[in-house]
Structures are given as structure tokens and as C-alpha cells.
RNA sequence: GCCCCCGUAGCUCAAUCGGAUAGAGCGUGUGGCUUCGGACCACAAGGUUGCGGGUUCAAGUCCUGCCGGGGGUGCCA
């Protein structure tokens, strides 16, 4: 392995191509047939006893190679390209083949990983590929809610990953600033309005209910004063609704903002009618052959376009009444992002409720002739959020809502991220506001952030101690070397979250970091003592261990406090 | 009805293309404060991974049938 200028070391691809190197070696003196070996699997084994890493290639082969798996992993071992990495390695029946670190070389890391610093996890998995991701995105008919805090964690911590791994990102918001459901607001929005001026007019019964709807009303007469009253009631629902809905973007805006999440974009729908764009789409998928006519409105055949990314049914593109639907412009936005803004992925992140829209959208990239495989659709589970026993039903149009601002409020922008990252997305979320607060300082971020405050504190005390002089080669305590292998464990883990989207990888090996660091290291090994020498090789390794929290943190945006 | 997600310790959740003895946090019980920061640490109890079949050297993970929960199934988004 080596430690090239802009990459963490990942030892896992380092056995990789160390096996890969033996195969070969094998096959050359004919000590294994001439198959094509697989990459081999590697693995962190629970058990201390089967080393650090381990690699189940030997079982993988057996059958295709009709060898004994002990017999192929001998075979393997032997031919093994030596490497300082390693202090043993060994085979294991019924055919592993297990790696241990050596204490030199892992010691030997600590310097490796102070050189990087902030840039400690950084792999070039990426290779500057472009990619976008899109989330929260939520209509702007009312506050965010709760759940779209999870969307925006979620969505904010995938793109710090990506581009910690090497990717060049874009975070961006698709506004719904134009259709149906925008109708209904600022028909909504008028009579919340005229009501308030005392005038008799309901709210629509596919409208708004939301008390936060009169609320909204109120603000604007106040701010407007009552001159729409006087317009045409289409004229001044309008534009009462275009007032209302900018309002709503900027406190989405502002409440994101507070919560660490910023955008780099966000995209006008209603900019893709203004330019054309979702005519001349739907003029390419005509082409495609998979647009009909009939019934007085324009159909996207796609059950028509076979199994794996098609759809059950058809889709209407254009309604009867020559007004495209939100399928047919999100189609448009997709082929921008896609096509004319050309990046490499698109990673749409979406609520579940969202789910039944994934197959027509992919079909629809698929007629338009782009990969699907470009448009990654990450769907995350609802979250089920109670005050105590009492389960909150949350809908905008009833009006039955926790909105995001009041979550950030009651238990802080940091608790509440590290808690919606820590569930994967296809888990469904509960989420009782009222424990949330009540223990929030039992809540695992703080014990993270502790373990940071806590090495910053060490290096505090230590003053002119820590200067960086520090010989490594002194660090040989169990709980010194448990801390290195951890924090080698870094890389990887980013890469797993990068490779399967899965930001919740992070917030589970923060953990598990701060727990090496605080009850192995910390408890076992005082760093300030009479032996300078050792001093100032701990002092190293705290900086290290610091630094790697620190990224955890951020990768997660999360503070990362010099003390608590 | 059909499609998607989930079911793992009392609770909330992990478990790396199927790997060796299924792990954390909270809660519960016991013990520890002469503190490089006690927002901490040690130990303990707690599981037939919803149920039944199947594939495999190996299944929480894959296939299949049930049971239970959530979501979707609009000329809404």
C-alpha cells in the first residue's frame, strides 16, 4: 500500500491486489487451473483471533477450481508477495485466509494520517466524475416538516461523502413554484386572506387546512396591507400565492440553512415551461414511440417498454385540458440535469410516498435513451413522529404538522441530524420529539463531540509539548494500536457509504471511534506523564485521533467543538 | 387485489457483493470520582433474527409460502 498524495490508504484494496497478484502467480506454476478469479472478498472479522482483515476467496474457488479450500488457500499464501503491512498471515479452515496488521507499520500510520489531515478519508474512488444530488425538494405549499429533515440530512451528508470520495457534487432543490398543487395554495391563501378582511370566502375543499395557512395570510395583510381584495379573485389569488410561496422558498431556505444544509442550486420548474424545454422533451419522447393520444390527452405507453424499467401502466403526460402534468415537466428537469447539464449521476433522493413515481421516471429516462443506472432513486422510509405516547399524523393539507424549525428548536441542529442519519433510509424512523429533548444529552452526538472536545483538551494542557517531534515507532500499547486500526478503518468506511449511497455508515463508525478512543485509549494510556519521549508519540496520535473525529463530524455536519 | 419498504435484546436501530461466537445506544442491575474534562468507566442480565419450507461448505442476509406494520396504486405532486 501506498500513500499517494491525495489518497488515504485502504488496506482492504491493498490484500486485494495482493491476491489478485498470488492468483496469478498460482495459475503461472500451474498450482491452481486457469479460471478467472474473482475479486477477492475481504472482510474485518469479529473475532480478534482471525486477524484484521480476512478473505473468503479460497471457498469462493473451490468449486470451479475442484480444490480443496484449505488446500487453495495454502496455495494463495505461499505465493503471496510479501508486504511490511503484515505481521502473519494465515489460513483458517474451512478456507480463510487471515491478515494481521504489523505494529511498526500500523504505528507507522500515525504520521501518515497527521500528514492529511482534514483530507484523512479522502479516496479517489470518484475519479472527479460529476454528479448532483437533488433532495428535499418540498413543494413550497407550506414549512418544512419534520420529515423533510430527514431528507435533507440524508441528502446533505450523501454529497459531503461523494465528495470526500473523490466525486465533484452539486446539491440542488427542485422548486414546485408552478401546477395543480400551487393552485390549490393560493386559492387557499385568498380565502385564508378575504376571511381576514372579513369577507365570506371558503377554503377550497382540495385546499389547505393547515392553520399555519391563515397564519401565513396574516403575515402578508400585513406586510401587503388589503389592496388584493379589490383585484379579480383569480388575479389576487395569484398573486397572493406567488407572495406566499416566495416566502415559503426563503423560510425553507433559511431553515436549511440553520440545520448546515446549503444549496448550490435551486431549480425553477416553472423555468422549464419558460424556456420550452418541456415541449421540445416531450416532442423527443414522442419520437421515442412511446407516446400515444387518446382519451383527449397524451399518454406515456410505458408498460409498453418491457420488464426491468417499465411500468405497470400508462402515464398521462398532458391532460385533457392541454395542461402538462408534474410527470411531464419533472421528465423535462430530468433531462437537463441529465443531458444539457450533463452530469455523469443524478441521485434523486425522495420520501416514500414518492415510491410509485421511481419506475415511471426511470422508464421515461430509459425511452429518452439515457442509462438509467445515471439516475440512482434513493426512497427513504416515513418517520413516525410522536410526542410521548400520542403518534403526530403529518400532512400539509390538514394542516397536522411538526414543521422542521420547531424540531431544530426543541432538540438542536446537531442531535437531530446525527439521529436522522444514524437510521439507513429504507428503515422507517420513530422519532419521539419529546425523549429526543428530554435526552438529548445522552444522545450518542454529544458523546462523539465529547470524545473531539476531549482531544482537544489534551493537546491544550500539553502546550509546547506538542510539536509534532513525536517518534512513533513508541506506540506498541494494545489500546494505542486498537486506536490506529480504527482510524484506518476510515477510508473504508467512506467508501462503503460512497459505493451503496449509505450515509448512515458514518454516524455508526463515529461511534464506534469515539468508543476506542475514550475506552481504550483514554482509560488505558495517559498521554501528559514524566516520560517525555512517550509524551509527545501520544500527542501524535491525539492529533491524529482528533483529526479523525473531527472529519466523522463534518462529514456529517456536525460541530466538531474544541471544548463542551 | 397488485407493487415497494420493513419485521433482529424491554425500546430505538446496526450487521461491509452470503462468512467464523448477531453488535451498539438507551433502559434495567451492581460497582467505581486522589478527574491529562465523570457529558466518564467496568461488569452483568437480556436473542430459536415474525413463522414454515428451499438453495449453499456457510443464511439475519438469497428464493418461496404465510403472518404483522408502513407506503404506493389520481388527467395530485
Redo the contacts with the bound molecule.
Keep these: 500500500m501506498r500513500l499517494t498524495e491525495d489518497s488515504s490508504p485502504v488496506v482492504?484494496d491493498e490484500i486485494v491486489q495482493l491476491l489478485t497478484a498470488a492468483g496469478a502467480s498460482a495459475q503461472g506454476k500451474g498450482l491452481l487451473p486457469p479460471l478467472t478469479l474473482?475479486?477477492?472478498?475481504?472482510?474485518?472479522?469479529?473475532?480478534p483471533?482471525?486477524?484484521d482483515y480476512?478473505?473468503?476467496l479460497p471457498?469462493?474457488l473451490?468449486?470451479a477450481a475442484r480444490m480443496n479450500?484449505m488446500q487453495i488457500a495454502r496455495v494463495l499464501v505461499g505465493e503471496l508477495p510479501s508486504s511490511a503491512m503484515f505481521a502473519r498471515v494465515e489460513t483458517?479452515?474451512?478456507?480463510?485466509?487471515?491478515f494481521s496488521l504489523g505494529p511498526a507499520w500500523l504505528a507507522e500510520q500515525v504520521n501518515a494520517i497527521v500528514a492529511v489531515g482534514p483530507d484523512f478519508g479522502h479516496i479517489p474512488l470518484g475519479r472527479g466524475e460529476r454528479v448532483q444530488v437533488e433532495f428535499v425538494s418540498a413543494?413550497p405549499t407550506g414549512p418544512l416538516t419534520a420529515a423533510s429533515g430527514r431528507g435533507g440530512a440524508l441528502g446533505d451528508c450523501l454529497a459531503r461523502i461523494l465528495q470526500l470520495a473523490g466525486y465533484r457534487t452539486s446539491r440542488e432543490y427542485y422548486v414546485?413554484d408552478t401546477?395543480?398543487?400551487?393552485e390549490?395554495f393560493s386559492q387557499t391563501l385568498y380565502a385564508r386572506y378575504a376571511q381576514l378582511l372579513g369577507r365570506d370566502v371558503p377554503v377550497p375543499a382540495?385546499g389547505y387546512h393547515g392553520s399555519y395557512m391563515i397564519d401565513l395570510a396574516r403575515e402578508i395583510l400585513a406586510a401587503e396591507g388589503e389592496r388584493y381584495l379589490s383585484l379579480p379573485p383569480e388575479q389576487a389569488a395569484a398573486e397572493l400565492g406567488r407572495i406566499g410561496r416566495d416566502r415559503l422558498i426563503a423560510d425553507a431556505r433559511a431553515t436549511l440553512a440553520d440545520m448546515g444544509i446549503v444549496y448550490d442550486c435551486w431549480f425553477s420548474?416553472q423555468s422549464l415551461y419558460d424556456s420550452s424545454l418541456v415541449a421540445r422533451v416531450l416532442d423527443l419522447l414522442r419520437q421515442s414511440g412511446y407516446v400515444e393520444d387518446?382519451?383527449?390527452?397524451v399518454w406515456f405507453t410505458s408498460s409498453a417498454l418491457g420488464e426491468s424499467p417499465g411500468d405497470?401502466?400508462d402515464?398521462?403526460l398532458?391532460?385533457?385540458?392541454g395542461?402538462?402534468?408534474?410527470?411531464a415537466?419533472?421528465i423535462a428537469y430530468h433531462y437537463d440535469k441529465l443531458v444539457i447539464r450533463g452530469f455523469d449521476r443524478v441521485i434523486d433522493i425522495w420520501?416514500?410516498?414518492?415510491?410509485?413515481?421511481?419506475?415511471?421516471m426511470k422508464a421515461a429516462i430509459t425511452a429518452l435513451g439515457i442509462d438509467p443506472d445515471r439516475l440512482p432513486i434513493i426512497?427513504h422510509?416515513?418517520?413516525?413522529l410522536r410526542r410521548g405516547e400520542e403518534i403526530v399524523?403529518m400532512s400539509k393539507r390538514t394542516g397536522d404538522i411538526v414543521t422542521l424549525r420547531e424540531v431544530l428548536d426543541e432538540v438542536g441542529a446537531d442531535a437531530a441530524r446525527f439521529?436522522f442519519l444514524?437510521?439507513?433510509?429504507?428503515?422507517?424512523?420513530?422519532?419521539?420529539l419529546d425523549?429526543a429533548a428530554r435526552?438529548?444529552?445522552?444522545?450518542?452526538v454529544?458523546?462523539v463531540?465529547?470524545a473531539h472536545?476531549?482531544t482537544?483538551?489534551?493537546l491544550?494542557?500539553?502546550g509546547p509539548l506538542d510539536d509534532g517531534s513525536g517518534d512513533v515507532s513508541l506506540l506498541r500499547h494494545d489500546a494505542e494500536l486498537a486506536l490506529i486500526k480504527k482510524m484506518l478503518q476510515f477510508p473504508?468506511v467512506v467508501e462503503?457509504a460512497a459505493?451503496?449511497d449509505?450515509p448512515?455508515?458514518i454516524p455508526?463508525y463515529a461511534?464506534?471511534l469515539?468508543?476506542v478512543f475514550?475506552?481504550?485509549?483514554?482509560?488505558?494510556?495517559?498521554?501528559?506523564?514524566d516520560d517525555e519521549a512517550q509524551t509527545r508519540a501520544?500527542l501524535k496520535l491525539?492529533r491524529a485521533a482528533k483529526a479523525v473525529l473531527g472529519n466523522t463530524l463534518r462529514l456529517m455536519g456536525i460541530g466538531a467543538?474544541?471544548?463542551?
Design positions: 482492504k474473482p475479486e477477492a472478498p475481504i472482510e474485518r472479522p469479529a473475532n483471533a482471525h486477524g480476512a478473505s473468503s471457498l469462493k473451490a468449486r479450500p483458517a479452515p474451512p478456507g480463510f485466509i487471515n413543494n414546485n401546477g395543480a398543487q400551487l390549490a382540495h420548474e387518446r382519451e383527449g390527452a405497470q401502466k402515464n398521462v398532458v391532460r385533457s385540458n395542461i402538462p402534468t408534474y410527470f415537466s419533472d420520501g416514500a410516498d414518492h415510491q410509485g413515481h421511481v419506475p415511471r426512497i422510509q416515513m418517520i413516525t399524523r439521529f444514524s437510521r439507513s433510509a429504507d428503515a422507517h424512523m420513530d422519532f419521539d425523549l435526552q438529548s444529552k445522552e444522545n450518542p454529544y458523546y463531540q465529547y472536545a476531549r482537544a483538551s489534551i491544550r494542557n500539553a473504508e462503503l459505493r451503496n449509505e448512515h455508515h455508526h461511534l464506534e469515539a468508543s475514550q475506552q481504550e485509549f483514554y482509560e488505558h494510556c495517559r498521554v501528559l506523564s501520544r491525539v467543538p474544541e471544548q463542551m
